[in-house]
């Protein structure tokens, strides 16, 4: 008993903690989202980077980093950019009133000309360089004009023109580096140039922090080193030397003291770089050893010991870095092996598409083993060793305390063997009192005869128990075996499929890119990842579209000329900044859509009702209703009916087919206990291509079609889940439905509830048919409304009622009329 106890303790204990596990990763996910939306979203991040960049110095007193943040951002995020702004004003207020004073004039003039010149050109990236290259000439001489006395000198116009050239080309770097910061988009691996332009921002905005110190530790020196690190450990030496010398760099123009800085943070990133493979350790190792190195250069022990200090508070915030970031950072980076997957295109896809299958086996396996309460073990010799754990019990009672133990066991063991095996045997046929025969041998062998008979007899009722149970365990064994043998072949024919995709489809993609191009829209990419009819999946690249729907209004028109058939975007990926790319999935449109209804009610008003209804939408173009209505009320008989319907919905969605998903649930759920609880299931399959549909049901009441004035009665018989292990059929019953059908589906509770009536069959088609709507949600509550109000407002049972209508899909776009493509190209492609 305690056994027992603790195998149904187990599971729960172990699924308790899968939830809690469950929930905290979700707790984590919630907080990474919330702080995601609240720095990119709201803007804190612009001013976060703009505070910095506004009192960052180049040269002791050229600010040529506000004015090209604020024209990056205003191109890329126009909204944003007042936030950006109150930044850049921030951080140069700290510098002087002068400093604020020009970044706020600069800025405004810029837009004023920008916004007043806007119309005369059409592509603002280009332009908008040259316009922060004159704003910054002007103004600068400007202020030189005003604060040195109406005069201006050589020295003035040379350095004016140096921070607006500086400026031109950070304005440049920023359009590119500032979205890899700020917006929110479709992931996707940087450009080498991406790469430099985002370390030169980090750069720029760590000199903000030139003169900040915390117990005498520079904060610039500690960042620009966790920097180098973090690349260096996540790129190698040759990303992370040009780290060091980008950061050191910007470091020296913006502090001549600074100047050591870029041998140091080159050198450091070089040998991080190089000792990578260490990890962490080997990475925080390069930056010790260039630190050493290059601290000699100071002028006492003081600025080594300090600049060591610097680099350990560096290395911590490296070993506080979690190993996440630096994947998704590896990701995004040429040269490393994580680009390099990601740049693999088309096989990527693939081994998403399979991953995402497997995923879905993956849990379906894990699913039977939850189920299941025991571990399957190997037994050789099945009924040998049974025997043997049998006649050890037999001689622990007899043999153990008689004299002649040592001379039948020891000098005569297969006499002994062999006739209590023949005892053994007779009384399990049945023969009872023994055979003359055997009873004068074992009378004559045994001194203990009497004993030893009736502690077999005794005996054999736990043997046979115990080879009942083995063979249980091996027919599971069998049925789990014919479960994975289904799996493996869904399995083998998705990966043929695959394999005739890669060799067939390039030459349509090309077909299709080039009539789409006739049409005069510009796609980038094209991949086409099925062209069955009714299953078509293609994913498209375009140029940036400004959110103006293009996908949806032109090309899935031409699509579903070209092609044949009605296409739509099923999913759509828009960039957020002009040279930004819209990535789009186009999927067949399905001919038939199912809109649902439920109603359900707990027995006596409860809140647990013992019912459990599911809608599964199947990737295979299938859509799926199910009820599932477990024994009894309460919790116990919810939990049975949710588990049969979570059970199969899991199995469904791998792609196995329905008879066998079915007697996979059934055999789980009579292997995984032995109390007698069981539970009905009701089943509709509908094909969403011709709505055709299968009609499962395993001891669940009948279900009801109506087609305009008929009323249609679908019924199967067979016993609820779980009360059967073997030799377990399927009746499947098939129907063709049709646009504007009602599907209407109940548990016992809700097809049982009128006492009063003799034949439920009649009253319900009689209700059915009386309906006046045909939506499904009012029909539903119409129909509950009906039942309990016959019951005289009592609800003896828990009722659910699943009403579904099958209606034509009409894409929204599917009406423009398109240019039709040449009848040679259609059959081309088909």
């Known amino acids: 008993m305690g056994k027992a106890n603790q195998t149904i303790i187990e599971p729960v204990q172990n699924v308790d903690i899968e939830h809690t596990r469950l929930e905290l990763s979700k707790g984590i996910k919630s907080i990474y989202s919330k702080l995601e939306w609240l720095f990119v979203q709201k803007g804190i991040a612009l001013f976060i980077i703009g505070f910095l960049l506004g009192r960052a110095l180049i040269l002791s007193h050229l600010t040529p980093f506000a004015l090209p943040f604020f024209a990056s951002v205003y191109l890329v995020r126009r909204e944003k950019s007042p936030v950006a702004l109150l930044g850049l004003l921030a951080g140069s207020v700290t510098l002087s009133f002068s400093s604020i004073s020009y970044t706020f004039a600069s800025t405004i003039i810029f837009l004023v000309i920008f ?52 400026a031109f080309l950070l304005t440049y770097i920023f359009i590119q580096s500032v979205p890899l910061v700020t917006v929110q988009r479709r992931r996707r691996s940087l450009k080498t140039e991406e790469v430099v332009s985002l370390i030169i921002l980090l750069a720029s ?133 994580e680009y390099q997957q990601e740049q693999q295109g088309y096989m990527r896809r693939v081994r998403d598409v399979t991953a995402n299958r497997v995923t879905q086996f993956s849990s379906v396996f894990q699913a039977l083993s939850n189920s299941f309460q025991q571990i399957e073990e190997q037994f050789e010799e099945e009924e040998d060793k049974e025997f043997d754990y049998f006649l050890s019990n037999v001689t622990e009672k007899t043999c153990q305390t008689c004299f002649k133990k040592d001379q039948c066991w020891s000098r005569n063991f297969d006499k002994t063997y062999n006739l209590m095996k023949d005892v053994m045997n007779e009384f399990d046929q049945g023969k009872i009192p023994l055979s003359p025969r055997l009873h004068r041998e074992l009378d004559k062998h045994c001194t203990k005869e009497k004993k030893l008979q009736d502690t077999i007899y005794q005996e054999l009722t736990f043997y046979q128990a115990n080879l009942k149970l083995k063979k249980q365990v091996k027919e599971s064994r069998r049925l789990v075996a014919d479960q994975l043998l289904g799996v493996s072949e869904v399995m083998g024919n998705f990966a043929k499929e695959i394999q005739r995709e890669r060799e067939n489809h390039h030459i349509q993609e090309e077909q299709i890119l080039r009539s789409i191009n006739d049409f005069g829209i510009e796609i980038e990419n094209i991949e086409i990842y099925n062209l069955e ?63 649902t209804g439920v109603s359900h009610a707990a027995k006596g008003g409860g809140l647990v009702s013992g019912d459990s209804f599911s809608m599964i939408e199947l990737g295979a173009g299938k859509y799926a209703v199910a009820i599932s209505d477990g024994m009894g009320n309460g919790e116990r008989a919810h939990f049975e009916s949710n588990e049969t319907l979570r059970l199969l919905k899991k ?139 016959s019951s005289s407002g009592l609800i003896e049972d828990d009722m659910t009622i699943v009403v579904s209508k099958i209606k034509h899909n009409i894409p929204k776009w599917s009406s423009i009329p398109v240019q039709k493509t040449h009848e040679k190209d259609k059959k081309r492609i088909s």
């Open 205 to 337: 905005i760590m000199t903000g922090t030139i003169g900040w110190a915390v117990y005498s530790l520079s904060i610039e020196h500690i960042l620009s080193r966790y920097l180098v690190l973090l690349f260096s450990f996540v790129a190698g030496a040759t990303i992370g030397s040009t780290v060091g010398v980008v950061t050191g760099l910007i470091f020296s123009l913006a502090s001549v003291a600074s100047f050591y800085q870029m041998s140091l943070l080159a050198f450091s990133g070089l040998l991080g770089g190089l000792m990578k493979e260490g990890k962490k350790f080997g990475a925080a190792i390069g930056l010790l050893i260039a630190t050493l190195l290059m601290g000699m250069y100071g002028n006492s022990d003081t600025v080594l010991t300090k600049t060591l200090y610097e680099s350990g508070v560096a290395i911590l915030l490296l070993f506080l870095t979690p190993q996440s970031l630096a994947l998704k950072i590896a990701k995004h980076i040429p040269g490393t092996p």
């Open 115 to 166: 916004r007043l010149t806007q119309k005369y050109h059409k592509n603002e990236l280009k332009y908008v360089a040259f316009y922060v290259l004159f704003t910054v000439i002007g103004v600068k001489l400007a202020f030189s004009y005003i604060q040195q006395d109406q005069v201006l000198t050589i020295y003035n116009g040379v350095m004016a023109m140096i921070e607006a050239t500086l």
């Open 651 to 789: 199995i469904l969605e791998s792609g196995i087919e329905e008879e066998v998903a079915i007697k996979s649930v059934n055999s789980i759920l009579s292997l995984r206990t032995n109390d007698e609880i069981f539970s009905t299931l009701d089943l509709a399959m509908i094909d969403l291509q011709n709505a055709s549909s299968k009609f499962l049901k395993i001891g669940s009441t009948p279900s009801f079609i109506k087609r305009g004035d008929k009323v249609m009665k679908i019924e199967a018989s067979n016993l609820p889940m779980g009360m059967l292990q073997h030799d377990f059929d399927v009746d499947v019953v098939s129907e063709q439905l049709k646009a504007g059908d009602l599907l209407i589906m109940m548990s016992d509770g809700a097809f049982e509830g009128p006492k009063h009536v003799e034949n439920y069959d009649l009253w319900m088609k009689r209700k059915v048919n009386e309906l006046e709507t045909d939506e499904p949600q009012e029909v539903a509550d119409i129909l509950m409304e009906e039942v309990i109000r």
């Open 533 to 595: 009819q009714g299953n078509v999946d293609i994913d498209m690249t375009i140029p940036y579209c400004g959110g103006h729907g293009q996908g949806e209004k032109l090309i899935a028109p031409m699509l579903s000329d070209i092609l044949g058939e009605n296409i739509v975007v099923y999913k759509e990926d828009c960039a957020q900044f002009p040279n930004g790319y819209c990535q789009m999935t186009f999927r067949s449109a399905k001919k038939f859509v199912v809109d």
